[in-house]
């Protein structure tokens, strides 16, 4: 989960103030970002203006522009969401384009943190040898980081297979098992810190036999990079990796359409919200799917869900996206969500959800 998200899911408080801005990796597109930010800074303190008293503007505005001092546009990516209240100030960066919005709630507005979840396919690629290993964590076919500490790591295996000492083929295979040992050992520790799957990138014979020796085989795809890359750009084997990964991708979510085309068939499904959202707080509710895209002012009064305007999205007791509410409400029961391309939903004017039971 974003880190972000985990940290203001579950925020309740009077004027959650939500930024959402596209934004751009480079220059001379990025210096318009910091004009562009003040534009939806504008549009914060007049929607104050109409609902809060003087002292909690003031106090809003001051977490808002100290938070806007501490963001360097040359570091940007495809969007920017900034999130303020009274207690807390904190930016994040997303790897996917966004629709310009500026959002007062009781609550953060997580839509597209949840949506980049979906968007954005995080992994790591162990890049392995019988004499070294190496660990990338990227995303789609970018490059995140590579890892330090234990990695780069090294076997003394060669060493040994010229020093004459060592010649047995059993010697030899038993030290490449225990170097792939310790490889699996320090990919693990990562693993538990930070869940991604692993894609392995070696060798076939050094993939299966890298599987043979691993602790807990959850999460390794079924498939690797069969290639020598040890010494390659990091940037190199991702992109070779990602073309692997986004067909495994492409897959699951050929799966999730299958679910919800089973789903509505077996009747187990509903496409009008405010059923959606009484089954919701029944816990009946298992996966919510969702064009992208698709946003709805509307308001919730009496447990009742009514659709308005987007001009009469500014007004006050007005819900800015109730789908981004709903959205939230099912991860709280412990459901899920899945975004769909455009036109996927279109019988059922782009939302719906799949039923527990």
């Known amino acids: 989960m974003n880190p972000t998200l985990k940290k203001i899911k579950n925020i309740t408080a009077d004027h959650c ?49 100290g938070l806007v001092e501490n963001i360097d546009h040359s570091h940007n990516l495809d969007s920017l969401i900034l999130f303020v209240n009274e207690d807390m100030a904190e930016f994040t960066r997303l790897r996917i384009p966004v629709e310009d919005r500026v959002v007062i709630d009781d609550n953060f507005a997580t839509r597209d943190l949840v949506r980049a979840m979906h968007l954005q396919t995080s992994y790591y690629v162990l890049v392995l040898s019988q004499e070294k290993a190496r660990l990338i964590e990227a995303m789609n076919k970018e490059v995140v980081q590579e890892w330090g500490d234990d990695f780069p790591m090294e076997t003394t295996l060669s060493h040994a297979r010229y020093s004459g000492e060592h010649d047995s083929d059993s010697h030899q295979t038993n030290l490449i098992d225990e170097f792939f040992n310790r490889v699996d050992k320090s990919v693990q520790k990562v693993k538990n810190s930070h869940p991604l799957p692993l894609l392995v990138c070696s060798v076939h014979e050094n993939y299966h036999r890298f599987l043979n020796v691993a602790d807990d085989k959850r999460g390794i795809f079924e498939t690797h990079l069969n290639s020598q890359r040890i010494d390659e750009k990091a940037e190199s084997i991702v992109a070779e990796a990602w073309k692997i990964v986004k067909d495994h991708t492409i897959e699951q979510n050929n799966l999730r359409k299958a679910e919800l085309k089973k789903a509505v068939s077996n009747n187990q499904f509903l496409s009008d919200s405010n059923d959606i959202w009484r089954a919701i707080h029944a816990g009946r509710i298992k996966t919510l799917f969702i064009e992208q895209g698709l946003f709805q002012p509307a308001i919730l009064k009496d447990n009742q869900i009514t659709y308005v305007s987007d001009e009469q999205r500014n007004d006050s007791d007005i819900i800015d996206d109730i789908y981004d509410e709903m959205i939230e409400a099912n991860m709280a029961y412990g459901g899920e969500v899945v975004f769909l391309p455009k036109g996927e939903l279109i019988k059922f004017n782009g939302f719906g959800a799949v039923t527990r039971y």
């Open 17 to 65: 103030i939500t930024i959402i801005m596209n934004s751009h990796r480079t220059r001379p597109d990025s210096l318009k970002d910091e004009v562009t930010l003040k534009n939806h800074i504008r549009t914060v303190e007049q929607r104050l203006s109409s609902d809060t008293d003087k002292r909690t503007r003031a106090k809003l505005m001051d977490q808002l522009n």
